[in-house]
């Protein structure tokens, strides 16, 4: 065990993965000097060609990635911020998404869009962006935030082995705040499958990435105020694990979505929506969502936009007090 | 090599014609048969478009030499990233006519599960990777296959094959660039107008080899990709080529134009013409016969491959479609 910032747990993921199967590889722009240095010491330790340092052009990265994929790789593409998908969304979304499909199962395309995501380190309207619900709305897609880096490296390795392409959300506001308890060597966290991190009884707080945390601390409040919170933490949107969350509102009654995207089809929607057609005869209130804005976040609105302990608090209380 | 038009058909003749010495005399002949066949494949596709059939086709017509052209310089192992205009070039691989007619009617024998249009073929074993709806998105993708190939070591090349809307792409850029930058085993055919001004100074700034060839010489074309191709295979890099074909259709006779030079190398005549047209006919035949006879793929069928398993919604969902479907065919008249 090691004690490793979210950063350096996926570093330390993509070390294994690329140590030991050589069909992974890397590339994004300036992998040589990252933004974000994820991918720090691995052109060193495997070479250039495994290493692929790219001029600025999302449409090369993503687009010579799947064509890697199809050809026997496991690439693993980079791009510096989430925002920057929408430049390669075509080749996400009509090429990556599809290319099994469209062949009959002859084809398929293994690959990781790695996407540094969310608010909360002011970087501004147009690199703070949490997209996820673009790509949970594209059939062949799956989609996993991790909140903690246990997860981010046990995830990061089962994504790289998934045989199909995988939307990997970094909350950036995590790389070195988030801090913990990291096993050496290879494992796997399974996708599709959400973690129960705070048992509770009376309210279900459902969240991924960033807000996880936010939750956490938000449910201890609750506490003290004598109402007992499950926090589930997703860590895999596409595909959801509706079991553990529906068996969670079966037991509590009342459904909390906390999401720092935009409010409007944020995939919170998705999760209200599921909850109310598979569960409406257990809940004791409306489904509440704490989001951000239909608006986009600049650094000036940054605190107030993400979801904040007191506004999961007021809502934690909204579904109680119903 | 650059800017100057590769031809061979239209080469001044002095004397007896012959084959240039790089190409056979079975090489030749295989291209012209591949090419008949190739038309005559086209041609039963554009049929079953004016009998409703295919709701949907592109025509191949006049892309033959291009297509079976470049298919030809291919070896097995080597990739293919075709356009919609190569049908010439998936007969050229080994697909068979039948396969291709299956595709076509989006059978159980067709190999993309009747998923795709009429001209979006896709074959593991002949390393064919489907187009999507985009036009230059195969460029920067099999930019990234031979990145591949380059790590495989085993000298395999990839071709992709687009037409004159892709160079307005990002792709199409991103994809010579890439391959440009990283020496990649990458051959990129593009379709152009002969009034266009061609792609050398394109290819110079991404850092690739140029030519330019007559696309409607099949000779000239294999000629082209070859040499491309074995660069490529020596790891010497990429070659962007222009095929260049006539704005003018009168100008657009490919099988005449090698027809008529095989008939002057005395390879070929007016029998064994009729011969060849006949065999294909009644190849052609057959295979639809056997084609029209496949069942269509299930609703279960189109649920599957969107990931490697079905997901718990994807099944739940395939029930509420096969209700949906059942209800309607009880309330058909």
Redesign the interface.
Known sequence: MTSSTFLQALNDALHTEMARDARV?VLGEGLGDPVFPVTRGLAARFGD??C?D??P?E??TV???????????R?VPELQFADFSFAAF??IV??AA?M?????????CPLVIRLPSGGGVAAGIDQSQSPEAHFCHT??L?VVCPSNPHDAKGLLIAAIRD??PVIFLEPKALYRTSRGEVPAGAYEVPLGQAAVVRSGDDVTLVTWGAMVEVCETAAARADELGLSVEVVDLRTLV?MD?ATVLRSVERTGRLVVVSEAPSTCGFAAEISATVAERAIEFLEAPIVRVTGFDVPCPVALERVYRPDVSRVVAAIEQVVDF | MTGELVTVLERPRKGKVTLPPEIGESLAVGLYRRMVQASALDRLALELQARGTLSFYVSGAGAEARAVGAAGALRAGDWLFPSFRDLGAVLALGVPPEQVIAHWLGTSDDPALGRTLPFQYSSRSQRIVPPSAATAARVVQAAGAAHAMKLAGEQQVVLAVCGDAALLSGDFHAGLAFAGRFSAPLVVVAECRDDAPGNASVAAAHGVAAARVDGGDALAVYLAVATAVARARAGSGSTLIDAVLPRASAGRDPLGRLRGYLEACGLWSAALEAECRAAIAAELREALTRAQAAPRPTLAECFRDVSREPSARQQEQLRLAQDAASASDSNDP
């Open positions: 590889v060609d495994r692929l790219l001029p052009s449409a090369m687009g010579t990635a799947v064509g890697m994929a199809v050809a026997g790789l690439p075509d080749a009509t090429e599809r099994r499909y469209r062949s009959g199962g002859q084809w398929s059939p062949g799956k045989d199909d595909p509706e």
